[in-house]
């Protein structure tokens, strides 16, 4: 079973009320919403749903006006990031991971327009549960 852990990162105060918590960010500070999964990213072996999963994370900044979704898969040093942002002439843009990037937290691969699969070299990653008997092992 894997077990997720939900953090949030914000510069004012945190109020929790029951099973949710809200918190405020003034001014020019980001706030922070992350999702983790600790046994994944210490290496510590996971079954079930969201297992290959490290961590999610979401950054609102006002300072760049910008909001920035990066999840982190494998490699728990790195992450995939999608930004979106607005432009000093107020135009939106839309930063996406792609095959080619010069650094990459994993390589990639167009599967269909839109859509991305992740690659081992040139076959496709596939992300099993470390005791997963139909898994293969080489």
């Known amino acids: 079973m894997t077990t997720l852990l939900t953090e949030m990162q914000v510069s004012d105060e945190i109020t ?5 918590a809200r918190g405020a960010s003034y001014d020019d500070d980001e706030t922070t919403v992350r999702i983790s999964n600790p046994d994944a990213e210490n290496g510590v072996p996971t079954r079930g749903g969201l ?36 432009t000093d002439d107020g135009r939106i ?30 076959k496709p990653h596939v992300f099993v549960d470390d005791d997963d008997p139909d898994a293969d092992d080489d």
């Open 16 to 20: 929790v009320d029951g099973s949710e």
């Open 93 to 122: 843009l839309i930063h996406l991971p792609h095959p080619g990037e010069t650094c990459p937290h994993m390589d990639t691969r167009e599967h269909h327009p839109g859509t991305l699969e992740i690659m081992s070299g040139d």
């Open 51 to 86: 297992s290959w999963l490290n961590s999610a994370r979401i950054t609102a900044d006002p300072a760049r006006d910008s909001v920035v979704l990066s999840w982190s898969i494998g490699d728990p040093r790195g992450a995939f990031a999608v930004e979106v942002r607005r």
